[in-house]
């Protein structure tokens, strides 16, 4: 089982994008979800995770721009970005914490997948 990111694109600056994270044969609805980005030439890092009680982590990078909810008829897990800037631009995968913490370390999380691209024109 894998975690697919997707709903990445062009968007240009202060534009927004939602993306959706799903997953086949697993249901995220009882699991800690995070979002992650990987831009080039630079490490992998959290951006925003959902716990299964609903409480919620963002980085500061994103905090008040980015909105992470979970989509419990479709049994996904969104990521509302908006006011998007060039810094924004990565590959943003999404990963399961089957520990439950609720951090965005990337540490510990797991099942990833193919990440989907996001792309931010100034």
């Known amino acids: 089982v894998q975690l697919q990111a997707s709903g990445g694109g062009l968007v240009q600056s202060g534009g927004s994008l939602r993306l959706s994270c799903a997953a086949s044969?697993?249901?995220?609805?009882?699991?800690?979800i995070g979002w992650f980005r990987q831009a080039p030439g630079k490490e992998r890092e959290g951006v925003a995770c959902?716990?299964?009680?609903?409480?919620?982590v963002y980085s500061d990078s994103v905090k008040g721009r980015f909105t992470i909810s979970r989509d419990k008829r479709k049994d996904t897990v969104q990521l509302q970005m908006n006011s998007l800037n060039p810094e924004d631009t990565a590959v943003y995968y999404c990963?399961?914490?089957?520990?439950?913490?609720?951090?965005?370390?990337?540490?510990?999380?797991?099942?990833w997948g193919r990440g989907t691209l996001v792309t931010v024109s100034s």
């Open positions: 044969g697993l249901s995220l609805d009882v699991w800690t």
């Open positions: 990963a399961l914490d089957p520990s439950g913490w609720g951090s965005i370390r990337v540490y510990g999380y797991e099942l």
């Open positions: 959902i716990s299964n009680d609903e409480s919620t």
